[in-house]
């Protein structure tokens, strides 16, 4: 048997401790390496670079997560140096992480270490980006805001006019905006019915989200309403939030509807628009359901329509298998104020756009539910029809609230017509 002089462990540990450390860095520790510590040298290489950091099973992004968390948890502080300058500017960029990662590295550092730890990388980490020519601006902490939730504001109010909340959250991954979203809840819901979707699409847009009038922390003005006077609203969310230029508008049911009033009335707002689970009318007999639904509030409160609801917003299946889920929304729908519900009402079952919808012109996508009971798939293929150019997107399994029974689904259909507009 032949005499093979390559080191195999050595040369893969070598190989990726300079993925993850840069050439530069390992070619100055090898240059300085001596006489007593040339063992400990070659002892690394092979057992945390080869044994550890060779290892398939986590992605080298995720073992620089495990690293920056560990040696700032434990003060190994001349290690964290190391690694976050490494995850920051070194090594294969294809690994690196990006600023935003490492904050939030810290930021759930301080919760399972110690804030005192934590304080230390973050000044640490703030010397670093200095260093490798980040300009890191200044910004007021009062100022700061939960980027999973986004910064809250209000519309100012005049007379008669109802004030809204509205949330924003700036895109994380670009200096600029690709385009300003604005998110458009159902009755009975609240800007929270937007996260997921919200802080997938803030990767890279400016994301507005609103709580329509009587719903959340909206003003709840005495009703009824109607979509116009909703619509309204809306478009004073787009002035402030903003600053009056198009956007592109993502309605859910109600949310929907509240988009073709909007893209008629106001179509220098709306850039494109997205309809979900939605309609553009509703018959007789659906108008008296809805007077049904009025009457039963009226009378017993929204406790006596909550049930009702979630079985027509989630399907059987999902029922069964996120009880929490569900409840949780049973809860929004009976902790928000009767008088705004009801309000809300009325302007659902005097919607009637259908004969106006050909005067759209912005690039519309219609997303209905295979299974939604409240606006059955047929309601959508009346908007795509009067709508010019508008396509339909229909949702397998998915019932009402589509975007939280399918949220990637849901997600896709719209990354994909955003990214075409």
Request: charged content about 20%; proline content about 6%; hydrophobic content about 45%.
């Amino acid at each position: 048997m032949s005499f093979d002089p390559y080191d195999h462990d050595l040369e893969r540990g070598m190989r990726n401790r300079r993925a993850i450390l840069g050439d530069a860095w390992v070619d100055k520790s090898v240059a300085n390496a001596h006489s007593f510590n040339a063992e400990f040298q070659n002892f690394i290489t092979r057992y945390a670079w080869h044994e550890v950091w060779g290892r398939p099973g986590l992605d080298a992004k995720t073992r620089r997560v495990i690293v920056l968390a560990i040696t700032a948890a434990l003060a190994r502080w001349e290690e964290f140096e190391l690694h976050c300058k490494a995850a920051l500017g070194g090594g294969d960029p294809a690994t690196r992480l990006t600023p935003d990662e490492v904050k939030e590295v810290l930021i759930q550092t301080a919760i399972y270490a110690g804030v005192p730890a934590a304080n230390t990388a973050v000044s640490l980490a703030s010397k670093i980006l200095r260093e490798l020519g980040h300009e890191l601006a200044l910004s007021p902490a009062t100022e700061a805001y939960h980027p999973g939730t986004g910064r809250s504001a209000r519309t100012e109010a005049q007379p008669g006019q109802a004030s809204i909340h509205y949330t924003v959250r700036e895109p994380r991954d670009r200096d600029t905006p690709r385009e300003t979203i604005v998110l458009s809840h159902a009755l009975g819901c609240d800007v929270s019915m937007w996260d997921s979707l919200a802080n997938t699409l803030a990767a890279e847009h400016r994301v507005i989200c609103f709580d329509h009038r009587g719903h959340g922390q909206s003003d709840s003005p005495p009703g009824p309403y109607t979509m116009a006077g909703l619509a309204e609203d809306a478009a004073r969310v787009i002035e402030a939030a903003a600053e009056g230029r198009p956007v592109i508008w993502i309605g859910l049911s109600m949310g929907g509807m509240v988009g073709q009033e909007l893209a008629l009335a106001r179509p220098q707002l709306i850039k494109a628009l997205v309809i979900a689970n939605s309609t553009s009318g509703y018959d007789d007999a659906a108008r008296a359901m809805w007077q049904q639904r009025i009457a039963t509030i009226e009378k017993s409160g929204l406790d006596a329509i909550a049930d009702g609801a979630m079985q027509r917003w989630f399907s059987e299946p999902f029922r069964a298998a996120n009880p929490a889920t569900v409840a949780r929304w049973r809860r929004r729908v009976v902790a928000t104020d009767p008088r705004g519900y009801l309000g809300a009402c009325h302007a659902v079952m005097n919607l009637a756009t259908t004969d106006r919808l050909p005067k759209i012109t912005a690039p519309t996508l219609v997303i209905a539910g295979e299974v939604d009971p409240g606006t059955p798939v047929a309601m959508s293929e009346t908007i795509v029809r009067n709508v010019p150019g508008a396509k339909l997107a229909v949702l397998p399994g998915a019932s009402h609230l589509s975007v939280l029974e399918q949220p990637q689904a849901f997600a896709r259909a719209v990354q994909t017509f955003v990214d075409a507009v």
